[in-house]
């Protein structure tokens, strides 16, 4: 992994390497779970994607970054295979954070510079992984209550439906306190622009297309970010 020259990956380098507590800043203050979670004086630990690590971007070993005990790490890797097939998301960003009483939580980071970047299909080919992933699809939208047509979990829509799969694994499951931080750039010049007023219509069209209802419970932890490239662009020239 290295770092990219333009769009989302680009700006999520440049922001955790950068403007790490700006960022940070954005984050919590569009999760007022995450506000009560973590300790008062607690900042975001950023620990991918880092300039010192060649950006490297994290995928099964994500676990490698909680606290835990490595027999701890095992058992949960074991028994998110239960649920979900070998070589899962490949995480544009991860982060930890202290809470209260000496719990850990998990931040979990998907950015998007364009609407494209959005739609995806399943790729897996084996009947196995097939039926694995669409049982964990089955659970997760009895969890957002969708009556969905499958379909749109998993041949539009299906790096969004995975990401929702793996919060809804780590919370209730391994029962490790995590965060999806969805973060939509807006204006990217080095890409392709897209204004805030889209992110939104195209964000409510995808969840009435899934079928999501983001009143539960776990949807508290899902958060979602829109930083303005202008800004972040500012910011830099005044470095």
């Known amino acids: ?93 991860i982060a930890t954070i202290q809470g209260s009483g000496g719990k850990e939580g998990l931040i979990i980071v998907e950015a998007k510079a364009n609407i494209a970047e959005t739609y995806s299909a399943m790729k897996a080919t084996s009947n196995s992984s097939i039926r694995q992933i669409k049982n964990s699809f089955r659970s997760v939208q009895q969890e957002y209550q969708s009556n969905a047509e499958l379909i749109e979990w998993t041949d539009r829509y299906y790096q969004f439906a995975n990401r929702l799969t793996y919060l809804f694994l780590l919370n209730r499951k391994l029962r490790i306190p995590t965060w999806l931080v969805n973060i939509y750039f807006v204006n990217d010049p080095t890409h392709i622009g897209v204004k805030r007023s889209t992110w939104h219509s195209h964000l409510t069209h995808m969840y009435h297309k899934l079928g999501l209802n983001l009143d539960t419970d776990l949807s508290t932890r899902m958060v979602n970010v829109f930083p303005e490239v202008n800004d972040i662009r500012k910011k830099w020239a005044d470095k």
């Open 1 to 93: 992994m290295s770092k990219a020259g333009k769009g989302s990956r680009f700006l999520l380098g440049e922001l955790v390497n950068g403007q790490q507590a700006r960022l940070s800043e954005l984050i919590i203050d569009a999760s007022p779970s995450l506000l009560a979670f973590k300790e008062s004086s607690a900042e975001l630990n950023w620990k991918s994607p880092l300039a010192k690590d060649n950006y490297r971007e994290y995928q099964d070993d994500f676990l490698n970054h909680c606290s835990l005990e490595d027999e701890t790490k095992i058992t949960m890797l074991e028994l998110l295979r239960e649920h979900w097939p070998i070589r899962g998301p490949v995480w544009d960003g």
